[in-house]
Structure formats: structure tokens, C-alpha cells
């Protein structure tokens, strides 16, 4: 799996975007790009995945440059409900395989009213 | 939606007892796994299950834990004799048969070990 580096924490006041950057230099040809959320107390949940240019969906958009060495996780107009750890993982995801997910220590995005 | 369910949703046990945890899978979705989160660290894999076994697990899954799918509808964690460490949030997760890390967790089961 490609090690990730993202910010530990950040701040955002509500109504703001918030762009949060991933690194992944290590990224393989196969590797996608999974987002997660996790809420205090509770399990983490599936946001967004991409492979390369910009996925979008009801909750975020997720850019991703040519390279695929970094990617953007992007919350529109943040709210406080918003404050999470937000987790990027990196890997390969289709064929056979057990896929379990490898967590690090995610950006803790807190939303300030 | 479906959703993954998780019970008890707090589980308190002196040290040397045995738990079983339970979770109930989205009930089309072929893979499972648990996952613990010790207060205030990363949330840790600790072993996966498909086709009525275990297709990988980590070095903290040893042989004091156990995983089992009784019946088509349930998966349980059995912790034989539990320690103090073992004090965490437990996580079941399941995922049908496309994409890989598009897993789907349970709200969790709090452990707390005596």
C-alpha cells in the first residue's frame, strides 16, 4: 500500500470550503484513491473514491493531478456537523483480494461556527 | 439504505473473561472484517472473512481471538480471555464483491475490560 501524508488538524469556519491535500508519492499504477469520515464514537464511512482527474458526488469532490502524487479532498460550504477525522487511503481495488483498509492518523477537521 | 449493525453497543467484562461480539452484514455483501480502535489511536485491521474463512489477519489477531459467521446472517468476534488491552471500540465492516475499499462499517461495540 502507498503511504499517505495529510495535515493533522485543520480549522474552518462554517460556510467555508475545505480542501484537504493527501500525498501519495508512491502511488502504483493499479492504486486508487479512497476517502473516508469518522465521526467521534462511531465507525468510519465511505465519502469518495477516484482514479485520476475529478470525481464528484453529494458529500465531496476529489481531485487528482496527472501525476497522481497528491489528491484534494474538497467539502463544499462546511458546516459544523462537518467536524470529523477525515482518512485518505491509497490502493488497489478490483480483482481478487481481501482489501482490508489501513488507517493512519487522518486530518481532524474541526468547523468552527 | 442497509447498513451494518453492531451489538451490544457497550460491553463491560473483567479481565480473563470471554466476549463475543456481533454484527449483522448489509445482507448481499460478501466480505467482512473487524477492525478495533483503541481510544485516541488509528483504527487497526484486525482480520478479514470470506467463503466461511478467514482470508487474512494481522498480528493482532492471535489466538485468544476467533471469528465465525454461525448462520447467514451473523458475524461474531469471540475474544477467549480478554486483558486489559484488549479496551477498545470494535468495528465490523462488510463489502460486496466490486471495489475493494468501499467498505461499509457498523456503528461499533465499546469494550472495556475490568
Known amino acids: 500500500l502507498a503511504k499517505t501524508t495529510q495535515p493533522i488538524s485543520m480549522d474552518s469556519y462554517e460556510g467555508q470550503e475545505v480542501n484537504i491535500t493527501c500525498s501519495h508519492n508512491?502511488?502504483?499504477?493499479?492504486?486508487?484513491i479512497t476517502w473516508y469520515q469518522q465521526f467521534p464514537s462511531q465507525g468510519p464511512r465511505f465519502i469518495i473514491q477516484?482514479?485520476?482527474t475529478k470525481v464528484t458526488n453529494e458529500v465531496a469532490s476529489l481531485f487528482i493531478p496527472a501525476d497522481r502524487k497528491s489528491s484534494t479532498l474538497s467539502l463544499p460550504r462546511v458546516s459544523l456537523s462537518d467536524t470529523a477525522v477525515y482518512y485518505c487511503?491509497?490502493?488497489?481495488?478490483?480483482?481478487?483480494?481481501?482489501?482490508?483498509?489501513?488507517f493512519g492518523k487522518g486530518t481532524k477537521l474541526s468547523v468552527i461556527p | 439504505e442497509p447498513e451494518v449493525t453492531q451489538t451490544p453497543s457497550h460491553q463491560v467484562t473483567q479481565m480473563g473473561q470471554e466476549v463475543i461480539l456481533r454484527c449483522v452484514p448489509i445482507?448481499?455483501?460478501?466480505?467482512f472484517y473487524w477492525y478495533r480502535q483503541i481510544l485516541g489511536q488509528k483504527v487497526e485491521f484486525l482480520v478479514s472473512?470470506?467463503?466461511?474463512?478467514?482470508?487474512?489477519k494481522s498480528e493482532i489477531f492471535d489466538d485468544q481471538f476467533s471469528v465465525e459467521r454461525p448462520d447467514g446472517s451473523n458475524f461474531t468476534l469471540k475474544i477467549r480471555s480478554t486483558k486489559l488491552e484488549d479496551s477498545a471500540m470494535y468495528f465490523c465492516?462488510?463489502?460486496?464483491?466490486?471495489?475493494?475499499?468501499?467498505?461499509?462499517f457498523g456503528p461499533g461495540t465499546r469494550l472495556t475490560v475490568l
Open positions: 465492516a462488510s463489502r460486496d464483491g466490486t471495489s475493494g475499499r468501499m467498505q461499509y
Open positions: 508512491n502511488i502504483a499504477t493499479n492504486d486508487y
Open positions: 477516484g482514479y485520476k
Open positions: 487511503l491509497v490502493g488497489d481495488v478490483t480483482g481478487a483480494g481481501s482489501y482490508q483498509l489501513t
Open positions: 445482507s448481499n455483501h460478501l466480505y
Open positions: 472473512f470470506y467463503n466461511n474463512e478467514i482470508s487474512e
